[in-house]
């Protein structure tokens, strides 16, 4: 009973360093998307997926590049991480394309860049 | 504006209170509602969808109104337990991108 697996749990960078950010779900789900979620702020979307072979931003794009590589995974680069990119990221799935289903959640990566 | 906003509290009510959560949202296209639970930053997980007739869930009760963009969700005969950030999440078209509000915060007191 994976659901969406997420890694790494936790992330130390420091400034200038890339990294990516791996997603996978085994629920054969269409739609899936990034947050980040900053204390006071809500989860505030990066990039969503609607279905396999397409991305399209979502509110805090800027920083961010993403690949839907197959239907199962999602992953979420940063080329140059900066310190406002501290945050903790969720990544989520959801049945059908256009999320109007229950949407499932991994357990978040906490990141830190110095 | 952002396309969602909620209250964000906190919320500090007794064992046994009565609490409302409010959310409205500016895209009149939207037609997916849902309330989400939160505990100590983990992973939110879906409380209850949001129907256009209203639904109730238990304790929980989740109110849409269309017309003045507003969903509303209802805690009955509060629990400890149910002490959370409860986030407004609603499916904005075209595309389906799901915008969560910033979420309310409830502790619930002996």
């Known amino acids: 009973n994976a659901g969406v697996t997420q890694t790494p749990k936790f992330q130390v960078l420091k400034t200038g360093q890339s990294m990516t950010l791996q997603c996978a779900q085994d629920?054969?789900?269409?739609?899936m998307y990034w947050y980040r979620q900053d204390p006071g702020m809500g989860l505030r979307l990066i990039y969503y997926s609607a279905s396999e072979g397409t991305t399209d931003k979502g509110e805090v794009p800027n920083g961010y590049n993403v690949s839907r590589l197959n239907k199962r995974e999602f992953s979420l680069r940063l080329e140059s991480a900066a310190p406002s990119q501290t945050s903790v990221y969720f990544c989520a799935s959801s049945g059908r394309t256009g999320g109007d289903t229950e949407a499932f959640f991994g357990q978040g990566t906490r990141l830190t860049v110095v | 504006r952002k396309e969602v906003e909620q209250d964000p509290g906190p919320f500090n009510v007794p064992e046994g209170a009565t609490v409302a959560f409010n959310c409205t949202y500016s895209n009149s296209a939207s037609q997916s509602f849902f309330w989400y639970r939160q505990d100590c930053r983990k992973e939110p997980k879906l409380l209850m969808s949001v129907y256009s007739s209203g639904n109730e869930d238990g304790r929980f009760t989740a109110q849409l109104n269309r017309a003045s963009q507003y969903i509303s969700l209802l805690i009955r005969d509060s629990k400890l337990s149910d002490s959370a950030t409860y986030l407004c999440v609603v499916n904005i078209p075209p595309g389906g991108k799901l915008i969560f509000g910033q979420g309310t915060e409830l502790s619930v007191k002996p």
């Open positions: 629920m054969n789900h269409n739609s």
